[in-house]
């Protein structure tokens, strides 16, 4: 069996008003072991949050000093989207992973994504919402519903067989994201890189199972049916 050896994974977090919380999700972050000494470049986006999130990041990497943990702000809110190709350009690892703020994605997965890529299987890996036995919140039924119609017609354009092409976390060879030309700047992020990625010659592409502890909006959920309607767009312009 053919292994990849690799020295950093680089993880993107976009943050957007999460003040309160964002240290819980660095917390688990920079406490994660990786596997064959791998090791972690952690590079947040703070997407012109309006809360205190900055003071709550500045505090952190002032506690952890020795986290390799970078920093940017965006001067303007310009989206989700946006904040990760900031944390493209930034990562220096020799693949990528998407990891959002809020705790809804528990890092101590990690080892799930990364074992297609070590074992030499795989180039790209997301982690399935809908896949294995791992722990998943009841929530919404229009929303899962809305999902997998999205996943669904994605693939129509990709050919891929995707059971969850919303899902957050998506692992990356570098060098292949960061050949793409990637323009959403918000929640059209993920239906367009999944087109482009996929016309990749040769291009493997893997899913895993992962656990799901999703929010309520109450809770600070920030998707909505505006955002699934941008995804239909994103779905056709870019698989066409």
Known sequence: MNTTAFTTLSIIIPVYNEGPTVHLILDKVTAVQLPNGIQKEIILVNDCSTDDTETAITRYQSANPTANLQYIA????????AAIHTGIDMATGQFTLIQDADLEYDPAEYHLLLQPVITGFADVVYGSRFMGGNPHRVLFFWHTIGNKFLTTLSNVFTNLNLTDMETCYKLFNSSMLKSLSLKEKRFGFEPEVTAKIAKIKGIRIYEV????YGRTYEEGKKINWKDGFRAIYCILRYGF
């Not at 199972?209 to 799901?212: A, E, L, R, V, W």
């Open 74 to 81: 965006h001067h303007k809110n310009l989206g989700k989207g």
């Open 209 to 212: 199972g992962i656990s799901y």
